[in-house]
């Protein structure tokens, strides 16, 4: 296996882009990232994408793309696993390069959410759940998650302001990311004034539907230098399952997948968690980075709140999360999110994520979470130095 | 929408009698249905009849529900935890909403699940209610 770096980044601000369609939004990342690296050409396109279908009637993307971009003819194939499907692509593309079939690959997530709205969006979405034996009951995506943390509440005895942390962090490093949806800090008391949305989930818990796309450039490492002298190196590329029914987890407050694929990373990068500077984790729901923290090591069972509540989760913290604003104030355009915090990453270990840069940004992670926990993935990067 | 009938049809035997099967080799309770046991991963076994009696593992309210379920909005979905064993996702029905503890005994009865339409199907399945016993 070849040792990958990535050699271009490109992200759109997100948003509700009326004027943009889905093969515009992507090709704006692309262009970016293949400005970036300084290339042309690239041997595969693989895009990212969970509801091209749904939303926009557009089911074969990969070639639509593609030759959009001025890439006609290449491989291009769209990889789809809900809201991983950012890291999903990513990890096809590291495959690509990986074995030697493909030197230079361009991933694309992309997602067209505001050609919908209302209940068909909502029923969209909640296709990522098990159709058969969840969804048939009206469950939605909101509902799943809060499920799972009123469970979580009740087993651990925590209260709504545990969590207020998460949002409150998401929103003040939202605030200097040009590219996020919502760019202004929120107080506690906002979080504790919010709606709720299925009890105990309340309007600030939740991260917004958005369009959006990020794209990102990878080739192996030897022949990185040519392109560029500030490369991202990929040291780690892991996916795990797990049921896709919540009710069917061995455990519903555990997210074994995210265990399973981090735990694999490590393995892979040869670190251990308390070496990572940053952690870009997938804080859909204020619930989800909880479980994010624990499953990945950070926290035991039930003490994912701790990090937020103590502050460790800031930037000048002992693990900075969501380091430009997370699902929940950058937003989460479901199919592109992957590679946001991918392209998130990079800019932290370039040096380059302005306001928000790390000083020591040396190692980070990003970890992708599908439907309610069933595909995680999970990357670690490094710096070039 | 008609193709969806065969869908929906071939499930019927789960929706409105909640039967599974009993693993033949670890003899673990499967609900819903499955080839291959979750639990022991041998090819799973002869039919098993749920008694329909569980307890409210934990449960929410949806205000913002997806295509087919506005007429019903808001409603309450939980997480049951079934006596025998398995866990499934189900509404509440004769509750008030919110007004639902997570511990409490509930028993399956069949309702109208979701309307696709006018001129769509009109699922039916299970719903859990309050245990007769205890209102």
């Known amino acids: 296996m070849r040792d990958i770096s990535i050699i271009g980044i490109g992200q759109t601000p997100v948003g509700e882009h009326w004027g943009r369609s889905l093969r515009h939004l992507a090709y704006d990342a692309l262009h970016l990232a293949m400005k970036d690296a300084g290339t042309e050409r690239v041997d595969a396109l693989y895009v990212g994408n969970m509801l091209s279908g749904e939303i926009s009637g557009q089911a074969h993307i990969g070639p639509l793309i593609a030759d959009f971009a001025g890439l006609r003819g290449i491989e291009a194939v769209k990889i789809e696993a809900a809201c991983a499907s950012g890291a999903a692509a990513f990890r096809q593309g590291v495959i690509g390069v990986a074995s030697g079939y493909q030197d230079v690959v361009a991933v694309v997530g992309v997602e067209k959410m505001t050609d919908d709205v209302g209940s068909r969006l909502t029923a969209g979405l909640a296709s990522a759940a098990d159709a058969d034996y969840e969804t048939v009951h009206g469950v939605t995506f909101v509902a799943l998650n809060a499920l799972i943390m009123q469970r979580y509440m009740h087993e651990y005895g925590l209260s709504k302001g545990d969590f207020a942390n998460f949002s409150v962090n998401a929103h003040a490093n939202g605030a200097n990311n040009p590219n996020a949806m919502f760019r202004r800090a929120i107080s506690k008391e906002t979080f504790m004034r919010a709606g709720v949305v299925a009890n105990p989930v309340s309007l600030f818990d939740a991260s917004p539907m958005a369009d959006g796309a990020a794209a990102a450039i990878i080739c192996p490492t030897r022949l990185a230098r040519e392109y560029t002298d500030k490369a991202v190196h990929v040291l780690a590329s892991a996916i795990a399952t797990d049921s896709l029914a919540v009710h069917d987890r061995k455990n519903p407050l555990w997210l074994q997948a995210a265990e399973d694929s981090a735990h694999t990373a490590y393995r892979q990068a040869k670190i251990t968690p308390a070496e990572l500077d940053f952690f870009e984790l997938h804080d859909a729901f204020t619930i989800m980075a909880a479980l994010s923290l624990e499953a990945a090591g950070f926290a035991k069972a039930g003490q994912g709140t701790r990090l937020a509540v103590n502050g460790d989760i800031a930037l000048d913290g002992k693990l900075p999360i969501a380091t430009m604003g997370g699902l929940k104030a950058r937003g989460h355009p479901v199919g592109a999110t992957g590679m946001y915090q991918i392209v998130e990453a990079a800019l932290q270990l370039r040096g380059e994520a302005g306001k928000n840069q790390l000083p020591h940004a040396r190692l980070g992670m990003t970890q992708n979470i599908g439907g309610s926990g069933a595909t995680i993935g999970t990357h670690i990067f490094k710096s070039s130095e | ?135």
Not at chain 2, 42 to 65: D, K
Request: net charge negative.
């Open chain 2, 1 to 135: 929408m008609t193709v969806e009938i065969a869908r929906h049809w071939r499930l019927n035997s789960q929706r409105y009698s909640l039967i599974g099967e009993e693993c033949p080799a670890c003899h673990y309770k499967i609900f819903p249905p499955r080839d291959v046991c979750p639990h022991c991963a041998e090819e799973a076994g002869p039919e098993f009849h749920f008694s329909g009696n569980g307890t409210v593992f934990s449960h929410t309210t949806v205000h913002t529900p997806p295509e087919g379920f506005e007429a019903q909005s808001p409603y309450t979905v939980a997480l049951v935890k079934l006596d025998e064993g398995p866990m499934i996702t189900a509404q509440l029905t004769d509750v008030d909403n919110g007004a639902v503890e997570i511990g409490l005994p509930v028993e399956m009865v069949t309702r109208k699940l979701a309307e696709q339409g006018d001129e769509g199907l009109i699922l039916y399945g299970y719903k859990f209610r309050p245990q007769m016993a205890m209102a």
